[in-house]
DNA sequence: TATTTTTTGATAGTATTACTTTTAATTTTG
DNA sequence: CAAAATTAAAAGTAATACTATCAAAAAATA
């Protein structure tokens, strides 16, 4: 699925200037995502990837406020990616149970190759998810950064998905909680198979992530 | 449950000086927490702490490398005594159901309350496993410091619990998956319920985290 | 009690971070 | 081609995350 036509829009509110519109942005954009999986998000500085980019930092801030915020315009932009592809792939479906499924699975999979969608590289992006995300949101100003909207497009994603669950089993009390514990989890369960191992069962192929997420869910949700 | 006289003892890689062996040291871990509660970890710094308990910055850098360290400190000390409390409810117990749901219990509820073992106060470190406990772990140098020793004790809880499951069940195939699922998803999900209402359905009262969790696993596994 | 050892406090210093500001050069656009 | 916008370079600031030194205070021990 190479589609480099269609483009994923991020909230104008996570950036000065939008970095789709120059090539500059673009650049900060791409390498940034490289240099912030390679170097990791404490390490990462807007000095480093200047330097990367043959730019200047100062230049950089005109894009974005800060490296916080390059992080939030990287887990808006998987969000929105994601439920693209959730809308894309399940739109057309009968079946509840079969939307459901392809949708935990959509949530819950390591992305291992980048999609080409514009100039992001989605294989790197999810490593970011893994091991980054949640720093966009386990910090102190997160109410008022809530009220700005930052998190809306992870926020539309698990009431998409939980509404599934409610079109399954109307009586379901807890479906929020149910998704965004598969989300995180799924995150946690990658990362630990790379480096805590014993806090997970996962295999080398990573293939029973999604094998019991989506069992989990069934099970709890009848 | 006042049990001053236990005590939950911390490895030794994990600090220079041992801070239970001073006043100095027991201020540090004291006032530490409550001002990593207070100020978030990415504001938290040593000088910070040296002013408020009327102490030198490079007092406290005799205790503790960083404050990476102290937050590990923080972290082993907390799961030491989520162990000890796990042995102590569920050791008498015959009914390896009955033991799980304790268990589970023990792990998926939030402490709003002081238990005063030793110097610490265990409602407030609470907050800090829940808000800032994997800073400690999503870190590039994780590795090196997994070799360290420095995840044990949170593995060790895991691994009994994972083992009660297996009692229950031999045959399931991703028993630590699933218990690391749930003691990261509980402190998901009340610090959703505080700061981001939507990804959760966590009522006022906290009351249905346990509730949700404890169906949960009572589902998968069977 | 005297003395040795340990611990602590105060001060200063370094390298890096996370920016902001200014100015000049370059590029884009009308 | 001129005006406007964008970018690069350099310098500056305040804070962080330490390290080092040295003297004072406290504790241990002989």
């Known amino acids: 699925m190479k589609l480099s036509c269609i483009n994923i829009s ?3 509110s996570l950036f000065i200037k939008n970095p789709e519109t120059t090539d500059l942005g673009k650049k900060i954009v791409e390498n940034g995502i490289s240099l912030m999986v390679e170097l990791g998000y404490e390490a990462f500085t807007f000095k480093k990837l200047g330097e990367a980019i043959g730019s200047n ?3 950089i801030y005109r894009y974005f406020e800060s490296k916080h915020s390059l992080l939030l315009y990287f887990v808006n932009w998987y969000w929105s990616w994601i439920e693209y592809r959730l809308v894309l792939q399940t739109h057309a479906l009968q079946d509840k149970q079969e939307k459901l499924k392809i949708a935990i699975k959509i949530l819950t999979e390591k992305v291992t ?3 080409q969608i514009s100039f992001v590289d989605e294989a790197k992006l999810y490593k970011i998810i893994m091991c980054e995300a949640t720093k966009a949101y386990y910090i102190k100003e997160v109410d008022q950064e809530n009220k700005k909207g930052y998190y809306r497009a992870y926020k ?8 599934m669950v409610l079109e399954i089993n109307p009586e379901f009390k807890f479906p929020h909680m149910l998704i965004s514990t598969i989300i995180e989890g799924s995150h946690n369960q990658y ?4 480096h805590l ?9 990573n293939t029973n992530v999604v094998e019991f997420y989506t069992t989990l869910v069934q099970k709890v949700i009848s």
């Open 10 to 12: 991020v909230d104008d």
């Open 57 to 59: 930092e100062s230049s």
């Open 113 to 115: 190759e980048d999609k």
């Open 156 to 163: 539309r994603v698990v009431q998409r998905v939980s509404d």
């Open 191 to 194: 990362y630990f198979s790379e």
């Open 197 to 205: 191992p014993s806090l997970t069962d996962v295999n080398n192929k």
